[in-house]
């Protein structure tokens, strides 16, 4: 049977190596992240290029890398299809991105647009939803840090886990959301080439008429492009991820971070360079039957292959294309829900005369407290809360309609905003328990879009889009 | 309905060479910034 897993020192080499890395890279970058602007946008003069990568960096977690193959093997071609279609979401943010700035110039946060399009009572709701998202992401991007890197080094669970999440924290904290930008940019290089060469590989060394006649042979139900549990995944992968895209201040952030002009470009560019990752990613496991690779766990799948094509070689190419991946997202999920921390909570609740400095200051805590918060709930290893993830895509996919029409229909109200997220939640979730799990965002974004239409055609208001712009993002 | 191993290898063959050239493209978009002094 093939062997996945490096020995430990190795392991520990590859993972002391990176740390610094990215540490060292982080503190560099970090120096020149002055003042709450400077801190938690990056100055919000972020090129093209740093752009583009942060974006598509951010969306390639480690489940692209190590669940696009086990969806490839239990869903064959519809499956890795349906992965990619992940990046509609980016896609369509783009317009959004280009909107937000001209909109909102001076703000900080999703939470900032939400509080000031509908008030305060939609706010609370939208920021219950938001943080709840962001925390459980945060701790199953922790987990399966500890995870992989146990099941690819044989090193402790609680031990990589603590070490994957202490440097993301240390470089955030360090430099703020310039770390995080600059990062990415290094880790997107990372896992595309790591990507390439192993899809390059199983290309040369199977071939696809022989990946194509073993599969026909022993797994043709990969090749069906009829495959009905595939095509809903398909959907409702795509509605989910529009979701988490729309209100996720992940993206909130870094369209305020960039500089003019350059929103639209890096999402569509992200989008559009994002969109076949999943499939290049995932088609590696149609190779299974061809090579004979006996498959223990599907999830395992990926690294299985990489060794079986590159030997030890091939573990540590994989092994660090999934520290880069995981990085690359605790580092943001780090950095935006901690500012939502910071602006939303910490300044909009508990001390509103808080000034620029001052919360300057709290940042790097919030960044170290969410850190410290999640660290400890991914401590028990709680596999079931991985599975918390779905029941978000409920959550989410009530968010798309009040996010996108309140940003260009000056005609919806806030009651309606409110009702379109609380009701799309829980019918979402009772559609989740009764049907299935890929109905949920589905249901979920219809109902809220039904009560958003309604309620606007029975109760039309009449938005000043001025006071977006108006506000006093720069109070204190 | 089977997909074609020609139809296969088009679909993996084009994801493969996009991504392959991503990250040139991004070095590529790195040096004009860089050029322009807009990288940050």
């Known amino acids: ?476 | 309905m089977t997909i074609s191993v020609t139809a296969l290898a088009l679909l993996v063959g084009s994801a493969t060479v996009i991504t392959a050239i991503a990250p040139i493209l991004l070095i590529i978009f790195w040096i004009r910034d860089w050029l322009k002094k807009r990288l940050w």
């Open chain 1, 1 to 476: 049977m093939t062997n996945v897993t490096l020995a430990a020192n190795t392991g520990w080499l590859i993972l002391a190596l990176f740390s610094a890395i990215w540490i060292a890279l982080g503190a560099y970058l970090g120096r020149r992240a002055v003042g709450l602007e400077g801190y938690m946008l990056a100055g919000r003069k972020v090129g093209l290029a740093l752009g583009t990568a942060t974006a598509m960096a951010t969306w390639v977690t480690s489940n692209t890398t190590m669940a696009a193959p086990q969806l490839a093997l239990q869903m064959g071609v519809w499956g890795m299809l349906g992965y990619s279609l992940g990046s509609v979401g980016l896609i369509l943010f783009a317009p959004l991105a280009k909107r937000i700035h001209a909109l909102m110039p001076a703000g900080y946060t999703s939470g900032d647009f939400i509080r000031l399009r509908y008030g305060k009572t939609t706010w609370r709701v939208f920021l219950v939803i938001s943080l709840f998202y962001g925390l459980g992401w945060l701790v199953s991007m922790g987990m399966a840090g500890g995870v992989l890197v146990n099941a690819l080094t044989g090193i402790d669970y609680r031990i990589g886990m603590s070490v994957i999440l202490a440097v993301c924290v240390i470089y955030t904290v360090l430099g703020g959301l310039r770390a995080v930008i600059g990062t990415d940019f290094l880790q997107t290089l990372i896992i595309l080439v790591g990507v390439v060469i192993l899809a390059w590989l199983a290309i040369s060394e199977v071939g696809f008429e022989r990946m194509h006649a073993s599969l026909l042979e022993q797994r043709p139900e990969l090749l069906n492009l009829l495959m009905p549990a595939a095509i809903m995944f398909l959907f409702n992968n795509l509605l989910f991820g529009v979701g988490e895209i729309f209100h996720s201040n992940v993206w909130w952030s870094r369209a305020f971070a960039f500089r003019k002009g350059v929103g639209f470009r890096a999402y569509l560019t992200a989008g559009l360079l994002w969109l076949p990752i999943p499939v290049v990613a995932g088609f590696v496991a149609l190779t299974v039957p061809s090579l004979g690779i006996n498959v223990p766990s599907a999830d395992m799948v990926g690294p299985l292959i990489a060794a079986k094509l590159l030997g030890t070689g091939g573990a540590i190419l994989v092994f660090i294309v999934v520290f880069a991946a995981l990085a690359s997202s605790l580092d943001s999920l780090l950095a935006a829900t901690s500012d939502l921390i910071l602006t939303d909570i910490y300044k909009g609740h508990l001390r509103p005369q808080a000034t620029d400095e001052e919360l300057a200051r709290a940042a790097r805590w919030v960044v170290l407290g969410l850190g410290v918060v999640a660290w400890l709930l991914c401590l028990p290893r709680l596999t079931t809360l991985a599975e918390l993830l779905y029941f978000t895509g409920a959550f989410v996919a009530s968010t798309i309609w009040p996010i996108a029409a309140g940003l260009y229909w000056r005609k919806v109200n806030p009651t309606g905003a409110t009702l379109a997220m609380l009701a799309g939640t829980v019918i979402g979730l009772s559609a989740y328990f009764l049907i299935g799990f890929y109905v949920a965002a589905l249901v979920s974004a219809a109902v809220s879009m039904a009560i958003l239409l309604i309620s606007t055609w029975l109760r039309p208001a009449d938005f000043n889009w001025d006071t977006l712009s108006n506000h006093r993002e720069k109070q204190a």
